[in-house]
């Protein structure tokens, strides 16, 4: 398996901007999770979902993030508008278990000017 | 809900010495503990975990133990060597079935050649 693939790896983006990010999970996975990172607040967990389905969604920041599921091999983190907060490194992860491991893919880094 | 801490949030040591990395919990029904390991512009990778019912676990350098009466876990390198510079995760899980892994805030590891 290829493991969980990320697309884009790198985004650089003006205040703004409408922007979307992808993520492929392992086949099988029932479980995939968007996660956040920064220096100043680490590993934060943005919303995960559990067949297609979105479970907890408590840690996205605002209104201007949304996330989709629209099937089991594909997910989507949007954020309109964009603004310079918002600069970060997202993973998106899977695993068949909430509670054991989880498989993280590559990563965006993402910089909005 | 579960409260997971790790310390210290930054560690150096000298190539050949030992590392220890410490996390606390707060929830006593926790059961598993993951340790990842993040390279430089890669996602967190698992590189071992524990579970509730042994107190130790070994996997050629690296170690992980497990105090459950005092609710913390550790992760034991020894021998260290560049390669192990990294950022280290320890996380874990709520006691609610269904809830994901709680991730502590990383431990970045620089072995000196």
């Known amino acids: 398996d290829a493991g969980v693939i990320q697309s884009p790896r790198h985004e650089v983006t003006e205040m703004g901007q409408e922007v979307t990010l992808r993520c492929k999970p392992i086949s099988g996975h029932d479980y995939l999770f968007w996660y956040r990172q920064t220096m100043m607040r680490g590993l934060e967990l943005l919303i995960y979902?559990?067949?297609?389905?979105?479970?907890?969604d408590s840690g996205m920041p605002e209104d201007r993030f949304s996330a989709k599921m629209p099937n089991a091999s594909f997910s989507t983190l949007k954020i309109q508008p964009s603004e310079p907060r918002d600069s970060a490194v997202y993973f998106c992860a899977s695993s068949n278990n909430p509670q054991g491991t989880q498989y993280f893919g590559p990563g965006t880094r993402l910089l909005v000017l | 809900g579960e409260n997971v801490e790790q310390h210290p949030s930054t560690l150096s040591v000298q190539e050949g010495d030992s590392a220890v990395i410490k996390c606390t919990y707060s929830d006593s029904a926790s059961n598993y503990f993951p340790w990842y390991k993040q390279e430089l512009g890669k996602g967190p990778q698992l590189i071992i975990d524990i579970r509730s019912n042994v107190g130790e676990k070994k996997d050629q350098r690296i170690a992980v133990t497990l105090n459950k009466t005092a609710k913390h876990f550790s992760l034991h390198i020894t021998e260290t060597q560049p390669e192990d510079s990294a950022v280290y995760f320890c996380a874990a899980p709520a006691s609610s079935g269904n809830t994901p892994l709680v991730f502590g805030k990383g431990t970045r590891l620089s072995v000196i050649a």
């Open positions: 979902f559990n067949n297609n389905v979105p479970i907890d």
